[in-house]
């Protein structure tokens, strides 16, 4: 339900926050008992969950190093979620101290969350905005005049896109999205996915995602579709484990064991 | 064999540290999360291995040195448990026969190594037990603040509506959907005649009247049903005396999240001045100001509309009179509907 202008989502502290679970299975402890007992649940329905979310994190690591090798030094991190370790700042800044990051998150926890722990951090920004609505998203980010939208940005979308079900029409959020970045700018997207996967992973998934919040499992032609015209780079749109590891012993043998699928793309156009 | 001796002749393999701390970091990035890459942990681990031979082949106390690499470990956020236990496990077994170029024979060793395996875990213990508090504490503030800003929000955001409420010319008034009127305004109040408080315990029907304009009351019905968001009239109301105040009716549907119908709101402006102006201009206008009678303008204008009426000719049926065919047509005004979801 839409909220009007400036009235935030209340504050539910009976129910479970995707963003506090995710920083369970991280290892963080920003999250509470209620978090904990859903992750839990979760973890037991999908015991490969938990290690799909830190191969998601890894997958980004890896990206930014890619985005970051090419110069890129301000990034639009959008359903950041709490910053719990790794976060895109640290490894932004650690390679490039002018790097900048601006946040967005749909969790006013999160947001809150951020914004006091990255209070003391003139190059990074956080704003509380859905996904759903990425004209805003723009426009709050623009206002917070840390990015420069007429030089290379990075978009990174890691694990937000599936929370976006087809009846939000995400292909034009993408579309708004691509549209405001320079050429020479990154997309980052990792997604879940129904493809290669085990039937009773599937089911077990589905059943999970309809205690958290809902999750749009999609192909890998839909996935790829989601960077339009820009020039995915390799090895492509690829299980997130065999997107550029670190070292072959980071892969598996046995095929992918994560239900998701991770790219990059980069804007390739020339001005005008 | 690449060995390096320190003062005392004792000696770290370098190869085999090295191996040491390639598994290490091996085991840390399958038992859980970490933010750094295989090889950046590596080195990190690397340097621990180092340090903690060096403190297994010195002769000071082993605790602060040892507690610094657990801590150190959950700093660079190796929190997994399994991360002590292996660290710890490995202390006392290959540890000694891999990085140690000559543990045999070596006497006290035992007990210097279970030294060190206590103070590695009580080091990562603290430092976890820290991060968690910390962590804990943050998550909660976070918390209490975005309440806060929500509250906030709440509360400026009420301000603003009350402000708007009270301070409005019009009158405005909130409904349930069952008709009981749960606010209204004393601009409301005061176009009706009624205090705020006799108000409220009226029902919206009995303010609705026979002579109100044809299908007021089912366009009233068909937005309480949610068939409309809003509804617009120039709607007669009878005020507690008796007297007619006419009004400029906008009432909006306010639903519930999922979308069934909650509240109406209606925001009522009274144009009593403005039409009782009007009804006399057009009289005076169409009747002579000595007499009083019909003028020549009322009496081209009422044959040109019966002439139009007359079609086809012969089948006159026109029914108004002189005086009252106008006020009629254009009192309740054309109800205007809104919105549909």
């Known amino acids: 339900m839409q909220k009007p ?27 509470f008992e209620i978090d904990r007992q859903l992750a839990e649940q979760i973890a037991a329905m999908t015991p490969n969950l938990p290690a799909t979310m830190r191969a998601g994190r890894e997958f980004l690591r890896r990206a930014m190093r890619t985005l970051l090798d090419d110069g890129i030094d301000q990034f639009l991190d959008i359903g950041s979620g709490i910053p719990t370790v790794g976060n895109v700042h640290e490894v932004a800044q650690a390679a490039n ?150 070292s072959p012993s980071e892969t598996t043998a046995d095929g992918p064991r994560f239900g998701a699928f991770g790219g990059v793309a980069r804007n390739d156009q020339t001005v005008g | 064999m690449a060995a390096v001796g320190d003062s005392g002749g004792k000696s770290v ?46 002769t000071e106390a082993p605790a602060p040195a040892v507690e610094a690499v657990g801590r150190s470990l959950v700093d660079a956020h190796l929190t997994e448990p399994g991360v002590v236990e292996w660290s710890v496990r490995t202390l006392s077994d290959r540890f000694r026969t891999e990085v140690l170029a000559d543990a045999a024979g070596r006497p006290g060793l035992d007990a210097r190594i279970a030294a060190m395996q206590g103070a590695l875990a009580a080091g990562f213990a603290r430092a976890l037990r820290e991060r968690t508090f910390r962590q804990q504490e943050g998550i909660a503030r976070a918390m209490w603040q975005a309440r806060d800003d929500a509250e906030q929000a709440l509360r400026d955001s009420e301000a603003r509506f009350r402000a708007v409420f009270d301070g409005a010319a019009m009158g405005i008034g909130i409904a349930g959907v069952d008709g009981t009127i749960i606010d209204v305004n004393q601009a409301f109040a005061d176009m009706l005649g009624y205090s705020v408080d006799e108000l409220r315990q009226i029902n919206v029907a009995s303010l609705f009247h026979a002579d109100d304009a044809a299908g007021l009351w089912e366009l009233y019905q068909e937005l309480i049903e949610g068939k409309h968001d809003a509804v617009r009239v120039e709607k007669r109301y009878y005020r507690k005396d008796g007297s007619a105040v006419w009004t400029d009716l906008a009432v909006s549907l306010i639903r519930h999240d999922d979308g069934r119908p909650r509240f109406t709101v209606a925001v009522v402006e009274d144009i009593t001045e403005r039409y009782e102006l009007q009804q006399r201009l057009r009289f005076q206008a169409l009747h002579d100001p000595l007499t009083g009678l019909p003028n020549r303008t009322l009496f081209f204008d009422t044959l040109s509309s019966l ?26 005004g054309t109800p205007s509907v809104t919105g549909c979801s």
């Open chain 1, 5 to 31: 202008d400036g009235l935030p989502a209340e504050i539910d502290l009976s129910r479970p926050s995707a963003a506090r679970v995710y920083d369970y299975f991280l290892g963080g402890a920003h999250n």
């Open chain 1, 97 to 246: 101290p002018k790097a900048r990051v601006v946040y967005v998150d749909i969790d006013p926890v999160a947001v809150a969350h951020s914004r006091e722990l990255l209070a003391d951090n003139a190059l990074t920004g956080v704003i509380h905005a859905d996904l759903r609505d990425p004209e805003r998203i723009l426009s709050e980010a623009r206002a917070l005049e840390l990015l420069d939208f007429d030089r290379p940005l990075g978009i990174l979308l890691a694990g937000v896109v599936h929370f976006v079900p087809d009846v939000d029409r995400p292909g034009d959020i993408l579309a708004t999205l691509r549209a405001a970045a320079a050429p020479g700018s990154y997309l980052v997207i990792s997604h879940s996915t129904f493809e290669d996967q085990p039937q009773e992973m599937l089911d077990a998934q589905r059943l999970s995602a309809r205690t958290a919040t809902e999750i749009t499992l999609r192909s890998r032609v839909e996935i790829t579709g989601f960077f339009g015209d820009w020039t995915i780079v390799e090895p492509g749109v690829v299980h997130m484990e065999l997107w550029r590891p670190d």
């Open chain 2, 13 to 58: 393999d370098l190869a085999g540290a090295r191996r040491y701390a390639a598994d290490w970091a091996q085991a840390v990035h399958r038992l859980g999360f970490v933010p750094l890459s295989v090889a950046e942990t590596e080195e990190l681990l690397y340097a621990h291995t180092l340090r903690l031979a060096a403190v297994l082949l010195d």
């Open chain 2, 307 to 332: 002439v139009e009426l007359t079609d086809p000719p012969g089948s006159v049926s026109a029914s108004s009179t002189w005086t009252g065919s106008r006020r009629s047509t254009t009192a309740s």
